[in-house]
T-cell receptor, first 112, second 110 residues
Framework: NAGVTQTPKFQVLKTGQSMTLQCAQD?????MYWYRQDPGMGLRLIYY???????DKGEVPNGYNVSRLNKREFSLRLESAAPSQTSVYFC???????????FGSGTQLSVL | GQQVMQIPQYQHVQEGEDFTTYCNSS?????IQWYKQRPGGHPVFLIQ?????EVKKQKRLTFQFGEAKKNSSLHITATQTTDVGTYFC??????????FGQGTILTVHP
């Protein structure tokens, strides 16, 4: 039982490059989330998927797209990376909106 | 939008001292959760509070939910070096919107 698995753990991009962050959970959770964490800013929600087949914007969606590929997988795509997207990204999941979140181990992304 | 403010941003204590972090919401919350993130790690769930005035304890940690369900606190008695990390509150509303506080970074000096 791996929980929430994120890949890659580290990534360095040049400005303008694209990449996809992968997230998968094996707990049969309905809801999945993508957060970014910056010093002094806490955890800010980028996008979320309340259930398979739905996605919604969070607080800071600009520059990102998501895909809820199936119930297990929720990917985050940066189409044209910018230095402002340098951050630590966390994927999280939970069974329902009043239950606890389970987090992946994070992706440290640097955009040069 | 809903705001959850958390203070202080940083707290440095000597081992053995107490520590408290506070969360305040601009709207009434249906529940509040607390998470701990160790340095270099990911947030891990500690506890959830649902009822007005609720108090829960986990060993040296005491969690409170305010009577108006707009504020909450986490108190650690006699801190240890293992308590080092960032503590986040996470507030939920009846219409589903949830947001994290900015977190309190706790440093414990031995």
């Amino acid at each position: 039982n791996a929980g929430v698995t994120q890949t890659p753990k580290f990534q360095v991009l040049k400005t303008g490059q694209s990449m996809t962050l992968q997230c998968a959970q094996d707990m049969n959770h309905n809801s999945m989330y993508w957060y970014r964490q910056d010093p002094g800013m806490g955890l800010r929600l980028i996008y979320y998927s309340a259930s398979e087949g739905t996605t919604d914007k969070g607080e800071v969606p600009n520059g990102y797209n998501v895909s809820r590929l199936n119930k297990r997988e929720f990917s985050l795509r940066l189409e044209s990376a910018a230095p402002s997207q340098t951050s630590v990204y966390f994927c999280a999941s939970r069974r329902s909106s009043d239950e606890k979140l389970f987090f992946g181990s994070g992706t440290q992304l640097s955009v040069l | 939008g809903q705001q959850v403010m958390q203070i202080p941003q940083y707290q440095h204590v000597q081992e053995g001292e107490d520590f408290t972090t506070y969360c305040n919401s601009s709207t009434t919350l249906s529940n509040i959760q607390w998470y701990k993130q160790r340095p270099g790690g990911h947030p891990v769930f500690l506890i959830q509070l649902v009822k007005s005035g609720e108090v829960k304890k986990q060993k040296r940690l005491t969690f409170q939910f305010g009577e108006a369900k707009k504020n909450s606190s986490l108190h650690i008695t006699a801190t240890q070096t293992t308590d080092v990390g960032t503590y986040f509150c996470y507030g939920g509303t009846s219409y589903g919107k949830l947001t994290f506080g900015q977190g309190t970074i706790l440093t414990v000096h031995p």
